[in-house]
């Protein structure tokens, strides 16, 4: 469930950066605080903010911090563009503005009691690590918790450290391919639909949450659905471009649904017919 | 004491196979292994065999003129490696090496063909199996083709 807005949704709180680290060569982690006397603000694993780099422009982008961590929101984003270049080159100290967060959340909530399968291709793992955090922090109200993460090459895996904590835990089953991998890697090779083959499912007591590109989106929830998983126990994070991040501007527009309030993430069951459409 | 028919029986290529067929598929068989490093095959080298992993790690390289080699697949305990034997003109595409200890079921491609051809419906369950595995492998080649991270 979404969490409430509750000052003007279109007016961007000051934050500063706290810290920025280097996740792979275009891809960088940043922590925000709120500025003395701002509130701060607690979100759902799955909702996103709207960044503004002052003098630039304005990001959608996914919290990929601790929900637990009120005092600070993380960012992981990779450097694509003009705007995304001026966010993670920002210093220590520097000002920015944040909106929301906005949208509906991953239904970790309703996964307790079940199994947790967590399916995450190139930076799609940033918008799913809060779930892997509150799973963790509740252990005892979920089943089994199966990550199953695809990179391009080894250069790009996110977060390596906390894959190798998270494969630690116990009830928990961590794997990660790489599509190219170099004669010094050691791990798998394969697009991440490969790994299904070596993961301990069970279909009927899970749920499934997926993010990265959408082409691979869709071959991992048919993957999914041949397992056994029901459609509606597939949840996909869509992305269109959000401008208002509220549904008024109609920018992100897909089908029937404003990706920035019904979504971004959805059932497989919703998305499935607007997936396999070539127009949209 | 563990059999190669038991073996072949329980790796789960030959899931559900009769075992008539497993005790045909088994005089073809022998246990192998490879240390880590080993390379198994290589591109252009006759192949007559295939390989049932029980455990270990196998990578598939690629070679290309002026470049670095590259794995382009890894494949684990209770996959199956090669299928060159299976088709004129039985030549290797690939490296493959162990980047693990390898432990193994090595089974004869040119007996396991002679068998096929005088028994085809041993031939249809091998075939069966094998096009399974080609039509999953082709499907994460296409999505490998597409490198959906890329930057667009």
């Known amino acids: 469930m979404a969490t409430a807005v509750t000052t003007d949704p279109m007016l961007p709180q000051p934050y500063l950066v706290q810290s920025v680290s280097k996740e792979t060569p275009d891809t960088f982690t940043l922590k925000l605080a709120p500025e003395e006397g701002a509130n701060g603000s607690s979100f759902q694993p799955g909702q996103f903010s709207m960044l503004w780099v002052f003098g630039v422009g304005e990001l959608p982008i996914s919290i990929s911090g601790n929900p637990a961590e009120h005092k600070q929101l993380v960012y992981t984003v990779r450097s694509v563009g003009q705007a995304t270049n001026a966010f993670v080159t920002q210093r220590v100290g520097a000002g920015v503005g944040v909106r929301g967060p906005f949208g509906t959340g991953w239904p970790v909530d309703a996964a307790r009691g079940r199994d947790v399968i967590v399916v995450a291709g190139g930076i799609g793992l940033a918008p799913l690590r809060p779930v892997i955090y509150e799973v963790l922090r509740h252990r005892e109200d979920y089943g089994r918790l199966v990550v199953l993460y695809g990179a391009r090459s080894p250069h790009d895996l996110l977060y390596r450290q906390e894959l190798v904590a998270w494969a630690r835990q116990r009830e928990t089953q961590v794997l990660v391919t790489v599509d190219y991998g170099g004669m010094s890697w050691r791990g798998h090779v394969g697009v991440v639909t490969t790994l299904f083959k070596y993961a301990r499912l069970k279909p009927s007591q899970s749920v499934a949450m997926v993010c990265g590109p959408e082409i691979m989106m869709r071959f991992v929830a048919r993957e999914l659905i041949s397992h056994g998983l029901s459609r509606n126990d597939v949840y996909l994070s869509m992305e269109r471009n959000m401008k208002c991040a509220v549904g008024f501007c109609g920018h992100c527009q897909y089908g029937p649904h404003f990706i920035c309030k019904d979504g971004p993430v959805f059932a497989y069951e919703q998305m499935r017919p607007l997936l396999e459409k070539y127009e949209l | ?152």
């Open chain 2, 1 to 152: 004491m563990e059999t190669l028919e038991r073996i072949i029986a329980e790796h789960p290529f030959f899931a559900d196979l009769e075992s008539y067929y497993t005790g045909l598929l088994a005089g073809c068989a022998a246990n192998v292994r490879f240390h880590p490093g080993t390379y198994i095959f290589k591109e252009g080298e006759e192949a007559n065999e295939f390989y049932l992993i029980r455990s270990g790690k196998v990578a598939l390289e690629l070679f290309a003129p002026q470049r670095k080699p590259i794995v382009v697949e890894t494949l684990e305990d209770g996959d199956i490696l090669g299928w060159s034997w299976l088709l004129p003109p039985y030549l290797w595409k690939f490296h493959a090496h162990a980047t693990q200890d390898i432990r193994a079921i090595s089974l004869d491609g040119k007996c396991l063909r002679a068998k096929c051809e005088q028994n085809h419906d041993l031939g249809y369950e091998v075939l069966k199996r094998f096009a399974q595995i080609m039509e999953r492998r082709l499907e994460a080649t296409r999505m490998q083709l597409l490198d959906v991270y890329a930057v667009r």
